[in-house]
Nanobody, 114 residues
């Protein structure tokens, strides 16, 4: 299983970005995909996840600003990030939870300037 994330970049506070992640390999239809983020010196934290049944879970800090979506047919997951804040600056990692195994993408940097 491989995950390829894209869409990070530099944006001003208040702006928007959309992250995409493509999963490839042997993937069960029943899984959970999502996004985590990490800043230097801190633990990786959950941003948002969505099951293959479209149940979602969001970090409180992003509720109302970020929206996760997915395309099950393409094994893609997306993160629409609006009203970005400087504290959203981090490396964002795509995640696939498949059976009892976690898979991670390579990370994409999101930088929000004030």
């Amino acid at each position: 299983v491989q995950l390829q994330a894209s869409g990070g970049g530099l944006v001003q506070a208040g702006g928007s970005l959309r992250l995409s992640c493509a999963a490839s390999g042997s993937i069960s239809k029943i899984n959970r995909m999502g996004w985590y983020r990490q800043v230097p010196g801190k633990q990786r934290e959950l941003v948002a996840t969505m099951t293959s049944g479209y149940s979602t879970n969001y970090a409180d800090s992003v509720k109302g600003r970020f929206t996760i979506s997915r395309d099950n047919a393409k094994n893609m997951v997306y993160l629409q990030m609006n009203s970005l804040k400087p504290e959203d600056t981090a490396v964002y990692y795509c995640n696939l939870h498949l059976r009892s195994t976690q898979y991670w993408g390579q990370g994409t940097l999101v930088t929000v300037s004030s």
